[in-house]
């Protein structure tokens, strides 16, 4: 994974838009992130600066959070970060986009219960699908620690252990929605 890598904890600001596009699906959703201090004075925990992030998830990971996210769930989002600046009415603004890797519900907040998906179609175009959206992600975290994923969905950890995993994408239903 190239560029700068971000572990966010925030809320789901707003609604799960999902659209099917020519590479895949994708999700698209705003995420809030407030900083919280402990106030020595006071005894307590203060509220700090809310930040707002777009965050854009494909494939797979985009169909299961349209699936099970809604506004206001607590969630943490790790990916790569975005900086883009337009020019909008004259003014000058910034925006910071995260591209979600992994997304999962907050569980220090809540409880949750795994539903495994199923998925239609052949393995065939599982694995082509699994290995366009994650080759490149894994490249280079050898050095980071992490053994990567290969082709035939073998799993080698460090420690030599070896193993198979079944990544399975979900059947959800679809929207037009246009971002």
Do not use: C
């Not at 020519?22 to 698209?28: P, Y």
């Not at 995420?31 to 600066?49: I, L, N, P």
């Not at 349209?66 to 790569?80: I, Y």
């Amino acid at each position: 994974m190239n560029g700068t890598t971000v572990t966010l904890v925030g809320n789901v600001a707003t609604g799960v838009e999902y659209r099917e596009t020519a590479s895949g699906g994708v999700a698209r959703f705003r995420f809030a992130v407030t900083g919280r201090r402990w106030v020595r004075e006071q005894g307590a925990w203060a509220d700090g600066s809310t930040s707002f992030y777009t965050v854009f998830a494909w494939r797979t990971l985009g169909a299961n959070l349209a699936a099970s996210v809604a506004v206001g769930d607590p969630l943490v989002v790790h990916g790569r970060l975005r900086v883009r600046e337009e020019e909008r009415e004259g003014k000058h603004r910034t925006f910071v986009d995260v591209d979600a890797v992994a997304a999962g519900h907050d569980l220090t907040r809540g409880t949750a219960a795994f539903r495994r998906t199923t998925r239609s179609g052949t393995s065939a175009e599982h694995q082509r699908e699994y290995q366009e959206g994650h080759q490149a992600d894994h490249q280079g975290e050898y050095a980071r620690g992490v053994a990567p994923v290969d082709a035939s969905m073998n799993v080698r950890t460090q420690s030599g252990i070896e193993g198979s995993v079944t990544p399975v994408p979900p059947s959800v239903e679809r929207s037009t929605a246009q971002f």
